[in-house]
């Protein structure tokens, strides 16, 4: 019998979303009348931008004629969107990047996880609580830690607790780690990091040879001025962080797929033997080794955001949803509870009202309302007593949920 890698025993319960979706299945089937509006899950729900559709539909014709057609593609990217990447995200914003260090991928999740392939297993790991789960998972999976402790917490990571106190923001530790998951605007808080703040994590970075993994899939949420978009705004960044990037959020691609990374060619690692190893090189090897491209359709579709069309499109789709955001947290405060994010981001942050932990307040707010949120403690130990609130929906469902819980959540 073939063995398996035993590090996915390590893994607690199922992935956070899966059992969320098992609990409204099974309530969905026991109430086969209720209305459920599902505000878990960070899914978007309106169509793709015009700019994109027609750049698309284009492709697909090309795809259609022999003199046009087209095969594999590089694999990490046409130069067409890559130069369009570097030009508009970050030249326009005074980062040095060039468009051969953006690797072009299927999805900012993927490659979270799949950084890990180029990274050994004797880091020091730290990670926010709360955090995004693939950060944790995808670690454990690749066997960089111990096994999980009652809260979940898992031995060989380093947990970077984010509290009210603290406004969910993450502060610099007082050891070592080598590598370091940071998420600006933050899942699932929603809050955002100060240019100080990240000014004091690059240089940490610097000091102590640690590499930081960026990511910042929901930077085109931000509307303070004061705030970055790309750690590489930061002086001294590129020598010491990765930067993930999505169109997920951006212009409604969560079901078309296509996202990128950012390497910076002067980012070093160490072999064990102590040379410097450039981790460009190590992630181009990677990328073309597991990785076939993405398709040459979705990537017109991404190269057309950044048209005048398309920029104006994706402006106005990004606040649409904050504008559910802002239903979603007003309406929230006036019942009462007290609420963080959905200023910079679109997902609101609550104290469970009472008592309640985050599970039995997602279970309680399913029964009385048919509203499904995401429980904070999916997210870590210090998510009990927080709820999750998703502003990716219509605004007719947004406006609905929030009567409902008015008239059926007491605080």
Not at 141 to 163: C, F, P, Q, S, W
Not at 280 to 291: A, Q, V
Not at 364 to 376: D, I, M, Q
């Amino acid at each position: 019998m073939a063995q398996i890698n035993d590090n996915y025993l390590k893994l607690k319960a199922g992935y956070l979303f899966p059992e969320i979706g098992r609990r409204v299945a099974a309530f969905a089937k026991e109430n086969p009348g209720a209305k459920i509006i599902r505000m878990g899950i960070g899914d978007v729900t309106e169509p793709l931008p015009p700019a994109v559709t027609e750049a698309m539909h284009k492709a697909v014709d090309e795809m259609a004629n022999r003199a046009t057609f087209r095969g594999y593609g590089p694999e990490q990217g046409y130069d067409f969107l890559r130069e369009a990447i570097a030009a508009h995200d970050f030249r326009a914003r005074g980062c040095d990047i060039a468009a051969d260090e953006i690797f072009v991928s299927d999805g900012s999740k993927c490659d979270t996880g799949n950084i890990l392939d180029i990274f050994g297993a004797e880091n020091t790991i730290a990670v926010t609580d709360p955090v995004y789960p693939v950060y944790v998972d995808t670690n454990v999976m690749a066997g960089h830690t111990g096994d999980a402790n009652e809260k979940g917490e898992y031995a060989k990571l380093v947990y970077i607790r984010t509290t009210a106190e603290n406004n969910f923001t993450a502060e610099v530790p007082d050891r070592k780690v080598d590598v370091v998951y940071l998420c600006s605007p933050n899942n699932p808080t929603g809050t955002a990091m100060s240019k100080e703040l990240l000014t004091k994590w690059v240089h940490y970075a610097r000091q102590n040879h640690a590499i930081i993994f960026f990511d910042a899939a929901y930077e085109s949420y931000i509307s303070d001025p004061s705030i970055p978009h790309s750690i590489y705004e930061i002086p001294g960044a590129k020598e010491v962080a990765i930067e993930f990037r999505s169109f997920s959020k951006l212009a409604g691609f969560t079901g078309t797929r296509c996202a990128f990374t950012v390497v910076p060619k002067n980012l070093k690692g160490r072999a064990p033997n102590g040379e410097e190893v450039e981790i460009y090189k190590l992630w181009n090897r990677r990328h073309t080794t597991k990785f076939n491209g993405v398709s040459y359709i979705t990537q017109r579709g991404a190269e057309a955001v950044y048209s005048t069309a398309g920029q104006k499109q994706v402006r106005d789709l990004v606040s649409f949803y904050m504008a559910n955001a802002k239903i979603i947290r007003e309406s929230l405060t006036q019942m009462g509870l007290k609420v963080f994010g959905g200023i910079n981001a679109p997902y609101v942050w609550l104290a469970t009202p009472g008592r309640m932990t985050s599970w039995q307040f997602f279970d309680h707010l399913l029964k009385e309302t048919n509203v499904v949120g995401t429980p904070g403690s999916g997210f870590g130990a210090a998510g009990e007593g927080y709820f999750r609130i998703s502003a990716f929906n219509s605004r007719e469902n947004v406006n609905e949920a929030m009567g409902r819980l008015r008239e059926k959540i007491k605080v």
